[in-house]
C-alpha cells in the first residue's frame, strides 16, 4: 500500500532534501524513524500529530497535549483515519511507541 505522507500532502518542503529546509530545517517528522511504517507512513508521516516541533501553518508546534485539538481539525489527520479505517493506529498507541 502506497500511502501519501503528511509532507507530501502539505506540500510543506520540509523533508530531507526539500525546498524550505535552508529556512526553516528538517521537521522531525520526517526523521522520526520510532513511527516508521506507523498507518502505512514513511518515518512519521502518517503520524506527525503526535510529533512534537513539527510545522504546520507555518509556525513550529509543540506537544501532542498542546497541538492536537488543531490536529484533530486538519484534513491530512482526518484523511489517515478514513484511509487507515479499522487498522488506525490511534493517538494512545503512537504516544505508546514513541515513549519506548
Known amino acids: 500500500m502506497s500511502s501519501t505522507n503528511c509532507w507530501e ?3 510543506c518542503g520540509r523533508q530531507p532534501g526539500g525546498p524550505k529546509v535552508a529556512e526553516l ?3 522531525p517528522v520526517t526523521t522520526s524513524t520510532r ?5 502505512h507512513g514513511h518515518n512519521g508521516g502518517r503520524a506527525c500529530w503526535v510529533i512534537s516541533g513539527s510545522l504546520c501553518g507555518g ?3 509543540g506537544s501532542f497535549a498542546s497541538k492536537m485539538t488543531n490536529c484533530a481539525a486538519c484534513d491530512f ?6 484511509e ?13 511507541v ?3
Do not use: R
Open 9 to 11: 500532502h502539505k506540500k
Open 25 to 27: 530545517g528538517v521537521c
Open 35 to 39: 513511527s516508521n511504517g506507523l498507518n
Open 59 to 61: 509556525k513550529v508546534q
Open 77 to 82: 489527520y482526518v484523511a489517515v483515519k478514513a
Open 84 to 96: 487507515e479505517g479499522n487498522t488506525y493506529v490511534n493517538s494512545s498507541a503512537l504516544l505508546k
Open 98 to 100: 514513541l515513549a519506548t
